[in-house]
């Protein structure tokens, strides 16, 4: 329509510098009814379904040029209006890459090991548990577990640019690509089930779903509309002159209005859709900008959902590293989860499982077997005890497990307690911070919703700061809840089960963990996080409110503008013609200004902490848990070991913070903390790190010195009072504050790198 507008223009000119006037006006006239009609059936259609048409001004002006006979001014306005529409549908397919991007990477073939040869096939033909090959530069097809290390390019589904090391049998989710060599995979999921095909689902509905310009732009061409009428009726009042109407009425065109809230808001989807949250319509989008009460699931939102080794409480006598290897050793033969997370924990301090013999299991208890000749129990309290009495020195641990939300797996080695340990559903890194930054940005009131119990709910809860804790509820006290909410203001509820699906469609924003969340929740809810973290989430809120910000400045603006030209208009000083070709000036200015959410945050993009980086501080930090264990273990049996088993464990244990702990401190200080600082920004935003380190390294000449005294002694004096409560301080003090440091780096560095 733009070309056939901008052809009949050029047309009925050149016709009319031939003197052939009539033809050109019958040219203009053609140009002119077939973009009114158009507008026509988009107002009449507009009306039907009761909402205001924002077209009807242009509408009202097209049908005035023609009555008016001001066929080239109609063919100007024609031309101008459809330009406008075209600027739009292009920022709309800009700002709509990504997510065609995502589309187009859907693999249709894989390659699948069968009768050992390597057969192609349709990806829909992928079932669990087919061996697959994964050539370079493959789409991971289905999700599974690597056969063997992998090099992964993960941008789609986490935006991280860097690929990512993933040893073998590390989880994959479909949708990564193979940046490295060939490697096996190990199927696990339909393609249609897996992270890749629930991905597309969901952007297939959310392409379809186009955003909707009625809800804040229509508020304005309330007023707007009728004060455009209204002077144009006056001019004409007070001049006699329908010429000054139709002026008026040409620059008061809501074009602005028309186009400024759908592209900002479009761009907007399209760089959440980066940031790896999937907006379905732009009306969440507003809402997101106007959050006041945010409802938070516990279990696979606030939490990882999985267990994960949090203590090692060995008998004396045993090491922690010894209590944990006995333990994996049985555990590596069972699926369970609690089996996997005492398994996964051995893997990582690199402790290797020899095979045990003759074992059996008992669904839900535990295991038995022998391990080098030895009887082995590894399980639940009453499997392992078989009925005998805890020892005193397990009867805190034993305590903890129940007021503390850990689940406790208990070792015996011949009938005897070796060791307890303590296992927990771990906060996610990000959820602190991303509660506190939800917070400041407009969350007025925080409630952890979930179905666990009141002691579990309300030890992750307070950890959290929440507002208020709701536990032991149902899928219909959630519903509740969330509906009074509403009353008060805008509501955001973020889940991950099929529990949470009416919670999250009640909410006015829902919001699904859809990664690896249920497809009931995604299907419910209006915003997905399609990566597994939820200060993604932010990010989004504060790109709504920065487009809200944008496109309420656009608006007001062009109508702003739209004013002053009608005024002008109607004081008789801006013909029609003239006044169209200013309300395309205006228009190419609201679109361009629209158009600037497309950059926003991409400072955050480039601040963010390497992958590769993290993963290596990570890697250190995990091999620093043997001390941590180390040092609780000493703690404990300080004052039930001899003076020289004292001093032995003492000296190795220096040994070990000398060559270990200490220098990765030292190497932290002085070249890693700088780094981190420039990405935060601030004069000294590491200073209060910094401090810990100090800390660290004073209780560890402390501990040097005692062990120092210890050696200056006979063989087993008895040890002063004094010394041991110091030696027992510095211990305990020095594993709490790493323990808190290694978790406030892990922050640090998780955040750094969303």
Request: glycine share 8%; net charge neutral; charged share 20%.
């Amino acid at each position: 329509m733009v070309v056939f507008c901008a052809l009949a223009l050029a047309t009925g000119a050149l016709l009319h510098a031939w003197h052939l006037p009539l033809i050109a006006m019958r040219v203009w006239q053609a140009s002119a009814a077939l973009v009114l009609l158009f507008v026509f059936s988009e107002t009449a259609l507009s009306l039907w379904q009761r909402q205001w048409g924002l077209d009807l001004m242009a509408l009202l002006t097209l049908a005035g040029a023609l009555v008016l006979q001001e066929e080239l001014t109609a063919a100007v306005i024609a031309l101008m209006f459809v330009t406008g529409r075209a600027l739009e549908s292009h920022a709309e397919r800009r700002a709509q890459q990504e997510m065609s991007a995502l589309l187009e990477k859907v693999p249709q073939h894989a390659h699948r090991h069968e009768d050992g040869r390597i057969v192609e096939v349709a990806v829909a033909a992928i079932r669990p548990g087919d061996r697959l090959l994964v050539r370079p530069g493959q789409t991971v097809p289905v999700d599974g577990i690597a056969l063997s290390a992998a090099l992964l390019d993960q941008a789609t589904l986490t935006g991280e640019s860097l690929p990512v090391n993933l040893a073998s049998g590390a989880a994959l989710c479909s949708g990564s690509i193979n940046a490295g060599e060939a490697f096996d995979l190990l199927a696990t999921s339909t393609a249609e089930q897996g992270t890749l095909g629930n991905i597309v689902r969901l952007v297939s509905a959310a392409r379809q779903s186009r955003a909707p310009a009625v809800r804040l732009a229509d508020r304005y061409a309330l007023l707007f509309v009728p004060l455009a009428l209204a002077l144009a009726g006056l001019a004409w009042l007070i001049s006699g002159d329908p010429q000054r109407a139709l002026a008026v009425a040409v620059v008061a065109t809501p074009c602005p209005l028309i186009l400024a809230v759908p592209v900002a808001l479009v761009c907007a989807m399209s760089r959440c859709a980066q940031q790896g949250v999937l907006i379905k319509h732009g009306g969440a989008l507003e809402k997101l900008a106007q959050l006041h009460t945010l409802f938070v699931d516990k279990t696979g939102t606030l939490t990882s959902g999985k267990a994960h080794l949090v203590a090692l409480h060995p008998a004396p006598g045993i090491g922690a590293d010894e209590l944990l290897r006995l333990a994996a050793l049985l555990e590596q033969m069972s699926v369970h989860a609690i089996a996997q997370a005492v398994v996964s924990a051995a893997l990582e301090r690199g402790i290797d499982l020899a095979l045990p013999e003759q074992v059996s299991e008992s669904p839900g208890a535990g295991l038995s077997g022998r391990v080098q000749g030895r009887a082995l129990r590894v399980g639940s309290r009453d499997h392992v005890l078989q009925g005998a009495a805890l020892p005193a020195w397990a009867v805190p641990f034993s305590e903890r497990i129940g007021y503390d939300a850990v689940a406790g797996v208990y070792v015996a080695i011949e009938g005897r307690l070796a060791g307890v340990l303590l296992l927990a559903d771990e906060v996610r890194l990000e959820a602190p911070r991303a509660l506190r930054l939800l917070r400041t940005l407009g969350a007025q009131r925080i409630v952890m919703l979930t179905g666990d119990r009141h002691d579990v709910a309300t030890t992750i809860g307070r950890a959290l700061g929440v507002d208020e804790i709701l536990a032991e509820q149902s899928p219909a006290s959630k519903l509740a809840a969330i509906t009074a909410a509403r009353r008060q203001g805008v509501t955001m509820m973020v889940g991950d089960g099929v529990n949470d699906a009416p919670a999250l469609a009640a909410a006015d924003i829902g919001v699904a963990m859809g990664a690896r969340g249920a497809a009931a929740a995604a299907e419910s809810a209006q915003v997905v996080l399609l990566v597994d973290r939820l200060d993604r989430l932010v990010l989004a809120v504060q790109l709504a409110q920065q487009t809200r910000r944008i496109a309420l400045q656009s608006v007001i603006a062009g109508m702003g503008l739209s004013v002053v030209a009608m005024l002008v208009a109607a004081c008789g000083y801006l013909p029609p013609v003239a006044g169209a070709v200013l309300q395309e000036c205006i228009d190419v200015a609201v679109i361009l200004n629209a158009l600037r959410v497309l950059t926003l945050q991409k400072e955050v993009l480039r601040s963010r902490l390497p992958a590769a980086d993290r993963e290596r501080l990570q890697q250190e930090h995990a091999a620093l848990l043997p001390i941590l264990d180390r040092l609780l273990w000493l703690a404990e049996h300080s004052e039930v070991l001899t003076v020289s088993a004292l001093r032995e464990a003492l000296q190795s244990l220096n040994g070990l913070l000398k060559t270990r702990l200490l220098p990765h401190e030292t190497e932290d200080d002085a070249r890693l903390y700088p780094r981190l600082a420039t990405l935060i920004g601030g004069r000294d935003p590491m200073a209060a790190m910094s401090s810990t380190h100090r800390e660290i390294h004073r209780l560890s000449r402390t501990l040097e010195r005692i062990a120092a005294q210890l050696g200056a002694s006979p063989a087993d004096p008895p040890l002063a009072a004094a010394t041991a409560q110091e030696l027992r301080h510095a211990l305990y003090a020095l594993e709490a504050i790493l323990r808190l440091h290694i978790a406030q780096e892990e922050e640090l560095f998780h955040g750094l790198s969303s």
